[in-house]
């Protein structure tokens, strides 16, 4: 299927499934991040208290870490060496491996729950195998929860387009640009889900919960980043109290929670 979603593009190349890069971040900031996530609670209505669950895609396992911590069994699989070996450092008790979420070594419908943090917009093909694997490896009933940028009014009306013209001016001046990412609107990132098969439950933003930080405008705007990781300088929380009474103006994210 083809996408018409904005597509993200950079000076640097990125590796499928890692818009960032790991080597510049720490785990600690990732598991401090969590609890001022939106994902927290929708993590906790949603995902079972005794089934087995898989982050496919677990990074540098932010998500991973403090799900374990708070009893849930689940199990992480990563396609970058690196990023396992740092996890293994950081606990050996965790259940991690290095495998691609295109195409995983678990059964067909063997998992209670999978969820999938900002990984298959990396796809510059599309998401479908991805969540074609997602499909499979889920058991009957079994719940999805996906998050993928999302293309919010902000994005839609000023950032996107200046990020266009930037992009057609590195190629005016004949720079090697990379695909980075899509930033998918509502219906489209629907769309995908309902073709692999899946039945829609519940739509959230993805972002924080908090009202003076806002994923959405630390990722796109870096002026308005303080030194702390993933926080905003005084400019930023000061817009992020204003415009997150707008949460779907500014979020980062879009949350699809679905069932096979």
């Known amino acids: 299927m083809a996408i018409s979603s ?3 593009f950079t000076v640097r190349k990125i590796d499928a499934q890692h818009a960032h890069m790991w080597s510049e971040r720490r785990i ?7 609890p001022n996530r939106n994902l927290l609670k929708i993590f906790s209505q949603y995902l079972p208290k005794n089934g087995l669950i898989l982050e ?12 374990s911590r708070m009893g849930y069994k689940i199990e992480g699989i990563d396609f970058d060496k690196k990023v ?11 259940k991690i491996s290095i495998q691609n979420v295109e195409s995983t070594i678990y059964k067909t419908n063997s998992l209670d729950a999978c969820i999938s943090l900002g990984v298959i917009e990396h796809f510059e093909e599309g998401p479908e195998l991805a969540l074609n694997e997602t499909f499979r490896i889920l058991k009957p009933n079994g719940i999805m ?13 000023i950032y996107h387009p200046l990020r266009t013209a930037f992009t057609n001016y590195l190629r005016y001046k004949k720079r090697k640009i990379y695909f980075a990412e899509y930033r998918f609107n509502k219906k489209e990132i629907i769309n995908q889900v309902k073709n692999a098969g899946f039945k829609i439950v519940d739509i959230e933003f993805d972002d924080y919960s908090i009202k003076t930080e ?6 796109d705007w870096p002026m308005l980043r303080s030194s702390k990781p993933y926080k905003l300088n005084l400019l930023g929380r000061s817009l992020a109290l204003i415009i997150n009474s707008f949460p779907w103006l500014v979020t980062s994210g879009i949350c699809i929670i679905a069932r096979k």
């Open 6 to 8: 904005p597509k993200i």
């Open 28 to 34: 600690e900031d990732e598991v401090n991040a969590c």
């Open 56 to 67: 496919a895609g677990c990074g540098l396992g932010g998500w991973l870490i403090t799900l």
């Open 84 to 94: 396992i070996k740092r996890l293994n450092r950081f606990d050996s008790k965790l």
């Open 145 to 157: 929860i996906l998050t993928v940028p999302y293309n919010n009014f902000i994005r839609k009306t």
């Open 214 to 219: 806002s994923l959405g405008l630390w990722a």
